[in-house]
């Protein structure tokens, strides 16, 4: 039987595994349609991070409108673009880092320190985005931050756990190396009538 818990050597993985999938979800973010829709029916507004799209109730064509005309835009754009490339950068690292056999633990901080980095570039961008959405672009009918900003969210979310993780993991150095001999616990039945 294996266990294995974070701390584990065969577990290794987990971490770039975790920021794969923030990464995947990025991705979603970046290039999804639903930051901003209508929330019930007739579907008349539509937005993603790069434009902002609205259609008359008997339409069938969206008129977009760039975001990056606006300043905001460009800043909520690029701050969570800038949190992706170097969430990408960390990703290449982490795999690098548990790749070789000699783990570089101050290695794997220095990834955790930057991932804190990610997330202050993303919560940046997914902060600007709807106060300045809300108070530059005309609405219509009733909207909702969608499906594509909750993606942003979550890569956001896994990327901070990981940071702390990442920044934790030298603690457990022995753990993960397999440094610590195994505890077995032994009682005789001189010091332990009660299990007879």
Known sequence: ????????????????LL?????????????????LESESEPYVQQASL?????RGEEDLNWSCESLM??????????????GFVILVICFALAVIAFSIEILRFNFVRGIGGLLFVVAAFQIIGLVIYPVKFVEEIPLTGDNMFSWAYGFGWASTVVVIGCAFFFCCLPNWEDEVLGNIKPTYYYSSPERAPYLN
């Open 1 to 16: 039987m294996v266990v294995c818990g974070l701390a584990c050597w065969r577990c290794r993985w987990l971490l770039p």
């Open 19 to 35: 920021l794969g999938l923030a990464i995947i979800m990025g991705i979603i973010a970046l290039a999804g349609r639903g930051w």
């Open 50 to 54: 790069w434009e902002s799209c609205t």
């Open 69 to 82: 005309d606006y300043g905001w835009g460009r800043a909520a754009a690029a701050t969570y673009l800038v």
